[in-house]
């Protein structure tokens, strides 16, 4: 089992930034692809972005061209570059393997975009 712990969320006003950290324990980190899910209230859990082993990113299009995932695997956390927020981007964010780990699953850090 791997524990992930989210940290960076918070308010922020319609087009602000946020960037968000996920640490993961564990001595495995670098060869797991890790994604960023979120949830927002009265809806399913979904990814936003995720990051192969090597590097290589893959957003879905809502978030695509706004935000950048990253990993540094000596650190073992992956980062989750948010730009021109949206409301519609309210949710918890969570970070987890990819495809996820039901085990796995972090307490999230809640993301607020209002004015």
């Known amino acids: 089992q791997v524990q992930f712990v989210e940290s960076g969320g918070g308010l922020v006003q319609p087009g602000g930034s946020l960037r968000l950290s996920c640490a993961a324990s564990g001595s495995a980190f670098s060869i797991y692809a890790m994604g960023w899910y979120r949830q927002a209230p009265g809806k399913e859990r979904e990814w936003v972005a995720r990051?192969?082993?090597?590097?290589?990113?893959l957003y879905v299009a809502s978030v695509k061209g706004r935000w950048t995932i990253s990993r540094h695997n000596v650190n073992n956390t992956v980062y989750l570059q948010m730009n021109s927020l949206k409301s519609e981007d309210t949710a918890v964010y969570y970070c987890n393997r990819f495809p996820p780990v039901a085990t796995d699953w972090g307490q999230g850090t809640q993301v607020t975009v209002s004015s």
């Open positions: 990051i192969s082993s090597s590097g290589t990113p």
